[in-house]
């Protein structure tokens, strides 16, 4: 069974504080996704990696792919409250399309 | 070019009664996901499905649930004789083509009473 695990599930940090969460896949992919949500609202798409070695930042974000050891992270630099939301990555299977997302990590930014 | 529409935004439905979940991909989006999620809960993969084309339903419980994306008009997934553990919301994503990312729609959140 395909496995895709976040860590932490839950994170509380203060307001200026780096942090980094973590996505571990069990299955061969080099396609990996993360997504934002807000308590009640859709998912918004962040950041898209397609290789190994991908490295994406988008201001406070960046993330970052790593095929061959299942991983990706994504790192919050000097956070702000309004990182405050729920993270998911997502995982494509190379051997299929659907996307298999993670438990997710609630974030919450303490001013 | 509007974004993944779902309709209804809410939904209430007796138990026993029929829920019918509409999706309207983005413009030119042939690919459409249909996943559930529960409260404080992750997303779980439903079905994936292409223009008239049910692509992978392995998420799909065996009875009751069913999902379509015909030529014309919106991707439905339908829920037959709802019961209470059928609540939660439902999401629907779009990709145009593989390898590429998927647009999720506000969701449509069912409640069966």
């Known amino acids: 069974e395909l496995k895709v695990e976040q860590n932490p599930l839950f994170l509380s940090m203060q307001e200026g504080k780096n942090y980094t969460i973590y996505c571990n896949y069990s299955?061969?992919?080099?396609?990996l996704y993360w997504y934002r949500q807000d308590p009640g609202k859709s998912l918004e798409s962040l950041f898209v990696?397609?290789?190994?070695?991908a490295v994406k930042q988008e201001g406070r974000l960046m993330a970052s792919l790593d095929t061959k050891a299942r991983l990706s992270t994504l790192h919050i630099t000097a956070a702000v409250h309004d990182l405050s939301a729920t993270y998911f990555c997502?995982?494509?299977?190379?051997?299929?399309?659907?996307?298999?997302f993670g438990t997710g990590t609630s974030l919450t930014v303490i001013p | 070019n509007a974004g993944v529409m779902q309709n209804p935004r809410h939904l209430v439905r007796r138990r026993g009664q029929e829920a019918r979940l509409r999706c309207s991909p983005m413009?030119?989006?042939?690919?459409v996901y249909w996943y559930r999620q529960l409260p404080e809960e992750g997303l779980k993969f439903m079905v994936y499905?292409?223009?008239?084309?049910?692509?992978?339903e392995s998420g799909m419980p065996k009875e009751r649930f069913s999902a379509e994306f015909p030529k014309e008009g919106p991707s439905i997934l339908r829920i037959q004789q709802v019961v209470r553990g059928d609540s939660a919301a439902y999401f629907c994503?779009?990709?145009?083509?593989?390898?590429?990312?998927?647009?999720f729609g506000q969701g449509t959140r069912l409640t069966v009473v």
């Open positions: 997502a995982v494509n299977p190379n051997t299929g399309n659907q996307f298999y």
């Open positions: 994503a779009s990709q145009g083509q593989a390898n590429t990312e998927a647009f």
């Open positions: 990696l397609l290789s190994n070695g």
């Open positions: 499905l292409q223009k008239e084309n049910i692509i992978d």
């Open positions: 299955t061969t992919s080099d396609r």
């Open positions: 413009k030119g989006h042939s690919h």
